[in-house]
């Protein structure tokens, strides 16, 4: 399978505790992204990197929120001090350059955190 | 904020049907991509138009896209029950890196 992939699938956590998640993009992809998804919205944005240099970073990545991309491979993305509002599913996608420098994304399949 | 927004935000059709959702943005993009999303899953590109573009096509599925309007619709024809999904429209911005998701269409096709 050469698509991007995420770990673990499912995460259940008690309010407080410090939570990592891992995605493998693919391979030829330098561009990765990290998005969050509640239920009935469209994912928002987080952090993008492009190689192992994280670019840019939203509003929403309080600082309890870190991510990493240390060789511009895989990338973590870790929770410190978990809130029962950071119950969501976070996705991971890459990408490479297209056409006329447009960037399609390839999603994972999310990681389901559960803060109780 | 999620700049792009769906409609109608449900849609629910006989198989064989066409299928049209729609897509209004805020700012001036680079492109727009339509992504599938089945219950509880991750995201599946289906299709981007870049902005000097006005139709595309891919098998079954025809986006069109007006930047005087900013709008954008999907159109899936033949539909199967195995388009049930939510359908949502994401704009890359000039210049971002990022895409800017909307709310998304819940589409129900019915056997």
């Known amino acids: 399978d050469t698509g991007v992939s995420q770990d673990p699938r499912h995460k259940i956590t008690k309010r407080g505790q410090n939570v990592t998640f891992r995605c493998d993009p693919i391979s030829e992809h330098n561009r990765l992204y990290w998005y969050r998804q509640t239920l009935g919205q469209g994912p928002e944005f987080l952090t993008y990197?492009?190689?192992?240099?994280?670019?840019?970073k939203s509003r929403l990545l309080s600082d309890r929120f870190s991510a990493e991309r240390p060789k511009g491979s895989f990338s973590t993305l870790e929770i410190q001090r978990t809130e029962q509002g950071d119950s969501a599913m976070y996705l991971c996608a890459s990408s490479a350059r297209g056409l006329a420098g447009s960037y399609e994304q390839y999603f994972g399949p999310g990681t389901r955190l559960t803060v109780t | 904020s999620q700049q792009g927004e769906e409609d109608p935000q449900a849609l629910s059709i006989q198989e064989g049907e066409n299928a049209t959702m729609n897509c209004s943005y805020k700012t001036s993009i680079n492109n727009l991509q339509w992504y599938r999303q089945n219950s509880g899953r991750g995201l599946v590109h289906l299709i981007l138009?870049?902005?000097?573009?006005r139709e595309k096509h891919s098998g079954r599925l025809r986006v069109t896209l007006d930047t005087s309007k900013k709008s954008s619709s999907l159109l899936i024809t033949a539909s199967r029950a195995a388009d049930t999904a939510s359908y949502f429209c994401?704009?890359?911005?000039?210049?971002?890196?990022?895409?800017?998701f909307g709310t998304g269409t819940r589409l129900t096709v019915i056997p």
């Open positions: 994401a704009t890359a911005g000039t210049g971002a890196n990022n895409l800017f």
């Open positions: 990197f492009q190689n192992e240099a994280q670019l840019e």
């Open positions: 138009i870049r902005s000097n573009e």
